[in-house]
């Protein structure tokens, strides 16, 4: 069973930066593809990026270019650092844990955080 806890978020201004924290326990998510993703209000939640075991990350082109996923292995934690900010970011953020090495569908993930608000004003 893995438990992930997130961190960080909050208010911001258009252009600024966030960054979100995602920390595991339970089990060790080394081997884990590591997803984020968001859902707006009156939207359905949407796929944003992908940290797979290896290593190697894939973005959505909503974000791609100002989110960046990383990995701190010794605190077992991912990490989302926004850039460049818009107001169309706000949104629930959410990671999530898979045993798969790469999917961006929502059923593949077993474990989910609890969700961070981030607010971008305009």
């Known amino acids: 069973q893995v438990r992930l806890v997130e961190s960080g978020g909050g208010l911001t201004q258009a252009g600024g930066s966030l960054r979100l924290s995602c920390a595991a326990s339970?089990?060790?998510?080394?081997?884990?593809?590591m997803a984020w993703f968001r859902q707006a209000p009156g939207k359905e939640r949407e796929f944003i990026g992908i940290?797979?075991?290896?290593?190697?990350?894939y973005y959505a082109d909503s974000v791609k270019g100002r989110f960046t996923i990383a990995r701190d292995s010794a605190k077992n934690t991912v990490f989302l650092q926004m850039n460049s900010l818009k107001p169309e970011d706000t949104a629930s953020y959410y990671c999530?844990?898979?045993?798969?090495?790469?999917?961006?569908?929502?059923?593949?993930?077993?474990?989910w955080g609890q969700g961070n608000q981030v607010t971008v004003s305009s």
């Open positions: 999530a844990a898979s045993p798969r090495t790469y999917s961006v569908n929502e059923p593949d993930y077993n474990y």
């Open positions: 339970g089990r060790t998510v080394s081997s884990y593809a």
């Open positions: 940290s797979r075991s290896g290593g190697s990350t």
